[in-house]
């Protein structure tokens, strides 16, 4: 006896992320831009104004997140200590979680 085939596709029930903006660039690619923007930047927290930055407790930011639709670009980048990072962070998951709602 044949097997008969589906005629209705089965509905997929599997959660899907939201689009999360704009693509991240990640793995070597991350690596190599924060390297030229250290070169080519001061090494001071955009909000704090603390100058020496050094790679291990620093962040390279995004001023507007790729999720809002900030720009993979260096005109969205700075420089943020890595308390600043931390509570920037923060603020941000908040807002995301709440829809992005202010």
């Excluded at 693509?23 to 250290?38: C, D, E, L, Q």
């Excluded at 390279?60 to 809002?68: A, E, K």
């Excluded at 260096?74 to 420089?79: E, H, P």
Aim: proline share 4%; with cysteine; glycine share 8%.
């Amino acid at each position: 006896m044949k097997m008969l085939q589906p005629r209705v596709k089965t509905l997929d029930t599997r959660t899907v992320k939201p689009s999360s903006g704009t693509k991240r660039i990640t793995g070597n690619g991350h690596i190599a831009v924060v390297k030229r923007f250290a070169r080519e930047t001061p090494r001071v927290c955009a909000a704090c104004q603390k100058a020496g930055l050094v790679s291990y407790g620093d962040e390279l930011d995004h001023i507007v997140p790729l999720w809002q639709g900030g720009a993979e670009s260096d005109l969205n980048r700075q420089w943020l200590c890595k308390a600043h990072h931390k509570a920037k962070t923060a603020q941000e998951a908040e807002l995301r979680a709440k829809g992005g709602l202010v």
